[in-house]
T-cell receptor, first 115, second 109 residues
């Protein structure tokens, strides 16, 4: 029944070691988002894909990249994680298109720890 | 996208209605008001949204003032499981969600 799935739920990586987080969806939505949520803060949008079109937020560090090989999957790559990148990473989807259908569906998140 | 202002925290007694206010005085005509909540260590969950009319669903009611500069989310019979951070978000044509700090609702027995 899960609609937006994130794997793994918990990820531990070492300082500077590349890490990839994955997100999949069964909703066939056009839009997929990645958010970063640090402890006691609100989620912050990193980037999103509208179909194959990638849209980066202006203040997203270059260290963060994303890939969307098909409609169902989207990946977040952190090339050289720093201690400040420890956070919950949330994936969300939206159907796209008509205004008023902007509801986003979130996955459970992946909690990243950087040692 | 218009900004929103919410109280940092609120308490509510279990079984009573929880009324969460939100100010969005700079909202423009084509922007919707959305409410999400985030229970601890989970992803945000959609609650309800509206443009100018009041809305109700199985989770909550949304009351939007006539001038659309503020709104209130109503949880009619709060339970302990409604303890969460509630985000009021105004979205424009981009469809993006720009989260503010939200209101931490604590439902107490």
């Amino acid at each position: 029944d899960a609609m937006v799935i994130q794997n793994p739920r918990y990820q531990v990586t070492q300082f500077g070691k590349p890490v990839t987080l994955s997100c999949s969806q069964t909703l066939n939505h056009n839009v997929m988002y990645w958010y970063q949520q640090k402890s006691s803060q609100a989620p912050k949008l990193l980037f999103h894909y509208y179909d194959k079109d990638f849209n980066n937020e202006a203040d997203t560090p270059d260290n963060f990249q994303s890939r969307r090989p098909n409609t169902s999957f989207c990946f977040l790559d952190i090339r050289s994680p720093g201690l400040g990148d420890a956070a919950m990473y949330l994936c969300a989807t939206r159907i796209g298109g008509t205004r008023g259908t902007d509801t986003q569906y979130f996955g459970p998140g992946t909690r990243l720890t950087v040692l | 996208d218009a900004k929103t202002t919410q109280p940092t925290s609120m308490d509510c007694a279990e079984g009573r209605a929880a009324n969460l206010p939100c100010n969005h005085s700079t909202i423009s005509g084509n922007e919707y008001v959305y409410w999400y909540r985030q229970i601890h260590s989970q992803g945000p969950q959609y609650i309800i949204h509206g443009l100018k009319n009041n809305e109700t669903n199985e989770m909550a009611s949304l009351i939007i003032t006539e001038d659309r500069k503020s709104s209130t989310l109503i949880l009619p019979h709060a339970t302990l499981r409604d303890t969460a951070v509630y985000y009021c978000i105004v979205t424009g044509n981009t469809g993006k969600l720009i989260f503010g700090q939200g209101t931490t609702l604590q439902v107490k027995p």
